[in-house]
């Protein structure tokens, strides 16, 4: 099955610093990823669509100035948080669509193993 | 707007027994319904998809239901196991392309005990 990579896997910064999270999609390529948070025990809301070649769309209530997103290749998505506060401490989560096995359809979601974000 | 709700945020039941996990949809037609196991601290993994004009799906020990007059989705583990603890998330979509986003229930921790 397709694969997905997040790096880092987990990174502590301080309050008013950046922090850039890659999400590479490992055997297949990838036009469209997605971008969610998680906050624990909760689902995962979508931030912000990253189209490969062009600007990301943001989801209601998503700052864009804050979350940068650029898809600089069909396989490297990258996410930055800008002057990263404690507020944005989070567990951030890529995803990329494929075609499951035997569907001509992009429906399944191929998630990567996550990134936890604390700011101190 | 629309709304994802799965019923319950745990559920606790002995080994080898069947699971059944409920999704409930509002304000929202979709194409397709999806159903993901997410282990603590990673990321979800896709388990299977159900499309509107489906009325049921199977794999494995694995089986889906869709209702979409009722706008509910069950999910049913047989005979299940403790590897089966896990938090499943229930996903609704409409469209087939790369782009086309999918939207998530809340989910339940379900737990086996042996």
């Known amino acids: 099955g397709a694969v997905v990579s997040q790096h880092p896997s987990w990174v502590i910064c301080k309050s008013g610093t950046s922090v850039k999270i890659e999400c590479r999609s490992l055997d297949f390529q990838a036009t469209t990823m997605f971008w969610y948070r998680q906050f624990p025990k909760k689902s995962l809301m979508l931030m912000a669509t990253s189209n490969e070649g062009s600007k990301a769309t943001y989801e209601q209530g998503v700052e864009k100035d804050k979350f940068l997103i650029n898809h600089a290749s069909l396989t490297l998505s990258t996410l930055t948080v800008t002057s990263a506060h404690p507020e944005d401490s989070s567990f951030y989560i890529c995803?990329?669509?494929?075609?499951?096995?035997?569907?001509?359809?992009?429906?399944?979601?191929?998630f990567g193993p996550g990134t936890r974000l604390t700011v101190l | 707007s629309q709304k994802i709700e799965q019923n319950s945020e745990a559920l606790n039941i002995q080994e080898g027994k069947t699971a059944t996990l409920t999704c409930n949809y509002t304000n929202y037609s979709p194409a397709y319904l999806q159903w993901y196991r997410q282990d603590p601290g990673r990321g979800p993994v896709f388990l299977l998809l159900i499309r509107e004009n489906e009325k049921e799906k199977r794999k494995e020990r694995l089986k889906v239901t869709f209702d979409t007059t009722l706008k509910q989705s069950l999910f049913h583990i047989t005979a299940s196991q403790p590897a089966d603890s896990a938090t499943y998330l229930c996903a609704l979509g409409k469209g087939d392309s790369s782009a086309s986003k999918i939207i998530f229930g809340s989910g339940t921790r379900l737990s086996i005990r042996p």
């Open positions: 995803s990329a669509p494929s075609r499951g096995q035997g569907e001509t359809s992009y429906n399944e979601q191929f």
